[in-house]
């Protein structure tokens, strides 16, 4: 049976939907270096843009919980303890699964 999740493209990052986030969740940055990056930001990525950047998170981070989220065109980003968090980045989309993106870090439900 063909999985129905996006397929890898060669040398590029698996594609992967929105997340849907609760108040509450944990995530993991990527467990190994990659080129992409897990940082904290003053404020929410949205235009136009005025946060400064706070920390890069090292690979296998764990942070939480989420006192808030947004999805915006563009970003998924989280505020944890302060900081706004981008988790997704997005990459395209079709009509079979929507809006695809990049994951920054991993949605770890702790419930």
């Known amino acids: 049976m063909r999985s129905t999740r996006p397929r890898r493209i060669l040398g590029k990052a698996r594609l ?4 849907r986030i609760e108040l509450g969740d944990f995530f993991q940055s990527k467990p190994l270096p990659t080129a992409i990056r897990c940082i904290a930001y003053t404020q929410p990525p ?23 989220y947004l999805h915006t065109a563009d970003f998924v980003t989280v505020l944890v303890g302060g900081s706004w968090i981008n988790v997704w980045k997005h990459a395209g989309s079709s009509p079979e699964y929507g809006d695809v993106g990049i994951d920054y870090a991993k949605r770890i439900p702790m419930r």
């Open 16 to 19: 992967s939907p929105r997340p």
């Open 46 to 68: 949205v235009p136009p843009y005025t946060g400064d950047q706070k920390k890069e998170f090292e690979p296998g981070t764990y942070f939480g919980p989420v006192e808030a």
